[in-house]
T-cell receptor, first 118, second 115 residues
Framework: DTGVSQNPRHKITKRGQNVTFRCDPI?????LYWYRQTLGQGPEFLTY????????KSRLLSDRFSAERPKGSFSTLEIQRTEQGDSAMYLC????????????????FGQGTRLTVV | KQEVTQIPAALSVPEGENLVLNCSFT??????LQWFRQDPGKGLTSLLL?????REQTSGRLNASLDKSSGRSTLYIAASQPGDSATYLC??????????????FGQGTTLQVKP
């Protein structure tokens, strides 16, 4: 397994356009997370899935944002009508939640998608 | 509300020096704490994960300690090398949301190791 994969690595778009990012998690991981990171800051949680179910969304995720994880495999994050404030690094992470013994929550991150809205 | 702080924001040291990066958190009720490395323009690489019941974890030249009661963790890097230059992030998993796996990050410390 090659780890968490994100595409594209970079995206430049004009304000008002729609963009879609893809994340392929580690194959046996049932949890998938999206985070957003702006320059000089740590990542901030956006949303997460367990299998195909989206279990939580942050207030940061306005109604212009939508995420899906069909069939519990890869995930997409779409931003509609992009704004300059959406410019950031979008990070995907996956983990395998085990409920026997210690809860194993170690997260593995992808290389991110750098979005620039001009 | 849990807040995570990393000080300093940036650090420059000569090669070979031992150094300590600091992470503090406001709520001691954590499930675990994870240290990550991030190279410029890249994603995060997990370095060490410390469970709340543990005091420290070691991997090679890295040693992370956890003092839950004081809300602090440190990442010790021995014999620093130019290749260690990167941003180091700590993240906590709050105890009461441990089942979500949702991490709260500090803003990072950017380390430069000069040859």
């Amino acid at each position: 397994d090659t780890g968490v994969s994100q595409n594209p690595r970079h995206k430049i778009t004009k304000r008002g356009q729609n963009v879609t990012f893809r994340c392929d998690p580690i194959s046996e991981h049932n949890r998938l997370y999206w985070y957003r990171q702006t320059l000089g800051q740590g990542p901030e949680f956006l949303t997460y899935f367990q299998n195909e179910a989206q279990l939580e969304k942050s207030r940061l995720l306005s109604d212009r944002f939508s995420a899906e994880r069909p069939k519990g495999s890869f995930s997409t994050l779409e931003i509609q009508r992009t704004e300059q404030g959406d410019s950031a690094m979008y990070l995907c992470a996956s983990s395998s939640i085990r409920t026997t013994g210690d809860l194993n929550t170690e997260a593995f991150f992808g290389q991110g998608t750098r979005l620039t809205v001009v | 509300k849990q807040e995570v702080t990393q000080i300093p924001a940036a650090l420059s040291v000569p090669e070979g020096e031992n150094l300590v990066l600091n992470c503090s958190f406001t709520d001691s009720a954590i499930y675990n704490l994870q240290w990550f490395r991030q190279d410029p323009g890249k994603g995060l690489t997990s370095l060490l994960l410390i469970q709340s019941s543990q005091r420290e974890q070691t991997s090679g030249r890295l040693n992370a300690s956890l003092d839950k009661s004081s809300g602090r963790s440190t990442l010790y890097i021995a014999a620093s090398q130019p290749g260690d230059s990167a941003t180091y992030l700590c993240a906590v998993l709050p105890f009461f949301s441990s089942n979500t796996g949702k991490l709260i990050f500090g803003q990072g410390t950017t380390l430069q190791v000069k040859p």
